[in-house]
């Protein structure tokens, strides 16, 4: 790819969740796209990415896990009810999350190296022309949702990514000149 087409490529990309909930992704594209998550940057190479995807009824286990933990918070009812569901909007959920490192420094580094996977699953799902919303989880749901997962216990929750195929298109948002100060 020309630099201008990888430009082109990043400005094209953006949050959709306008997805077609029915319409599944195959195993190899999900396979794919996990597989870029590992392809970020790795201080110390310690590979901190665990990653889950929820399709079928999962979501519902999903949804249901973090609605119960909201309701257990006193949430509004009303935004309890609406969690339960909201999971199902998508075919798939990836659920990404970050192992601790053994200092608070390598931690801070496995959460910028899953971060900047994330970016990559996020991109080369815009490049299969797939439809990505990278959302986090509630407040507290965190060790409700490894334990569904089958993550250790330290493992911190960094997103639950919406994906599938679109069923339309969302319009590019005016962005900021970007906030550079030059030395020389």
Avoid at 94 to 117: F, L, P
Avoid at 156 to 179: A, D, F, N
């Amino acid at each position: 790819m020309e630099p201008l087409e990888l430009a082109a490529h990043i400005r094209r990309r953006r949050s959709n969740l306008q997805i077609n909930p029915t319409s599944v992704v195959s195993r190899d594209v999900l396979q794919e796209l996990c597989d870029a998550i590992m392809w970020a940057p790795n201080h110390k190479r310690t590979w901190p990415a665990r990653i889950a995807i929820m399709s079928g009824e999962s979501r519902h286990a999903l949804g249901d896990t973090i609605a119960n933990v909201m309701a257990a918070q006193n949430e509004n009812e009303v935004k309890v009810q609406k969690t339960r569901g909201k999971y199902l909007r998508a075919p798939h959920i990836i659920v990404v999350g970050v192992a601790r490192g053994d200092s608070d420094q390598r931690t801070r580094e496995n959460q910028y190296a899953v971060a900047a996977g994330v970016q990559n699953l996020l991109l080369l799902a815009e490049a299969h022309g797939l439809a990505a919303l990278w959302g986090s989880p509630a407040d507290g749901a965190n060790d409700a949702i490894n334990k569904l997962c089958s993550f250790d216990d330290d493992v911190e929750v960094i997103g639950l990514v919406y994906l599938g195929h679109p069923s339309g298109e969302v319009e590019q948002p005016v962005r900021p000149p970007t906030p550079l100060t030059w030395f020389d």
